[in-house]
C-alpha cells in the first residue's frame, strides 16, 4: 500500500449531523461503509439525508438509493426539513434511484449476487462520492439465497471501498438482543434507540463500533429540529 493512501485515512467525512463527529473523532472515514441502525421512525433516512447534504457542501455528489419506499415520498418528506434539499436534487448534486422498481417490477425473486450487482451499476453510473442505501434488509424480502446475505454484503464492502465512496448502509433494527450482518461487516455501527421512560418516549444515538477510531460509545440525547437530527453531548436521561 502506498504512504499516500495510508495517510488518507486520516482524513475525516463530515457526518452532517451536528454534535455526532465530536463522538467519532471528527466524522466518518472516507470511503468506509457505516450501518445507521435503528427502529420504526428512529431518524435513519433523515440522518443519510443529512449525510449526503454534507457531501454536497464539499462538493461530492450524492447518492440516495430507496430499497423499497418511492423516492417521491422520501424527498416529499424531506423538504419539510430546512435543508435546502430540493436545490440540490434540481442541480444534480444529491440524486434518488428508485431500486424498488427492479424489486418490484420484476414479479420475482433474485440471487442476492444479481441484487449487488445492479447496486454496483447504479453506483458506478452516478459516480457518486457519498452513498445512502435504505434500507438494506429489505432486500432480505427479494432474494432466493438468503444463505448468501453475508457473502453479498462482504462482496459489496469489498467493491465500495475500491470505488472509495463513503457509504451509509440503513437497517431496521430487528432486536436490540441479537446482531445481523451488517452489524458485524460494515466500518461502523450507529444505533439510534428510541423508548419509554417513565411515560416519556426517549430518543437517542450510540456510535456501538468505529473501526479505527476511538469514539464515546454511550448514549446520547438526540432531537428532531427543523435542521434534522441534532446530537447532544448529555445522555438522555
Ligand atoms: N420536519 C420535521 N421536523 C421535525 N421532526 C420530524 C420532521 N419530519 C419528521 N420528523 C420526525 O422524524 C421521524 C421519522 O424519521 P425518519 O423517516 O428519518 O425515520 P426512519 O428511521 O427512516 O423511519 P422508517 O423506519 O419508517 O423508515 C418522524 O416520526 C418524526 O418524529
Ligand atoms: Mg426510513
Known amino acids: 500500500m502506498y504512504v499516500g493512501e495510508l495517510l488518507k485515512s486520516l482524513d475525516r467525512a463530515p457526518s ?13 472515514l472516507p470511503g468506509r461503509v457505516y450501518l445507521v441502525v435503528g427502529p420504526p421512525g428512529s431518524g435513519k433516512t433523515t440522518l443519510g439525508i443529512q449525510f449526503l447534504m454534507s457531501g454536497v457542501k464539499n462538493g461530492e455528489k450524492g447518492l ?11 424527498t416529499q418528506d424531506m423538504l419539510r426539513y430546512n435543508f435546502g434539499l430540493l436545490g440540490h436534487v434540481q442541480a444534480g448534486k444529491i440524486v434518488f434511484n428508485d431500486f424498488g ?14 441484487l449487488i450487482k445492479y447496486l454496483l451499476e447504479i453506483i458506478r453510473k452516478e459516480e457518486a462520492k457519498r452513498v445512502v442505501i435504505d434500507s438494506f434488509n429489505s ?4 432474494v432466493v439465497d438468503p444463505e448468501n446475505k453475508r457473502m ?11 470505488l472509495d465512496v463513503t457509504t451509509l448502509i440503513t437497517s431496521e433494527m430487528m432486536s436490540s438482543e441479537s446482531y445481523t450482518d451488517e452489524y458485524y461487516l460494515t466500518d461502523g455501527v450507529i ?17 456501538l463500533k468505529m473501526r479505527g477510531v476511538p469514539h464515546d460509545s454511550n448514549l446520547k440525547r438526540i432531537r428532531f429540529t427543523e435542521e434534522g437530527i ?3 453531548p448529555e445522555a438522555p436521561f
Do not use: C, T
Open 139 to 142: 432486500l432480505e424480502y427479494s
Open 230 to 232: 441534532r446530537v447532544y
Open 101 to 114: 422498481q427492479i424489486l418490484f417490477g420484476a414479479g420475482r425473486k433474485f440471487a442476492w449476487d444479481e
Open 152 to 162: 453479498a454484503l462482504g462482496k459489496l464492502m469489498r467493491k465500495l471501498h475500491e
Open 191 to 207: 444505533v439510534l434507540h428510541h423508548f419509554m421512560r417513565n411515560f416519556q418516549m426517549v430518543r437517542a444515538l450510540q456510535v
Open 64 to 74: 440516495f438509493v430507496s430499497l423499497f419506499e418511492n423516492p417521491k415520498l422520501i
Open 16 to 28: 452532517g449531523v451536528p454534535g455526532l463527529d465530536d463522538l467519532i473523532g471528527g466524522g466518518f
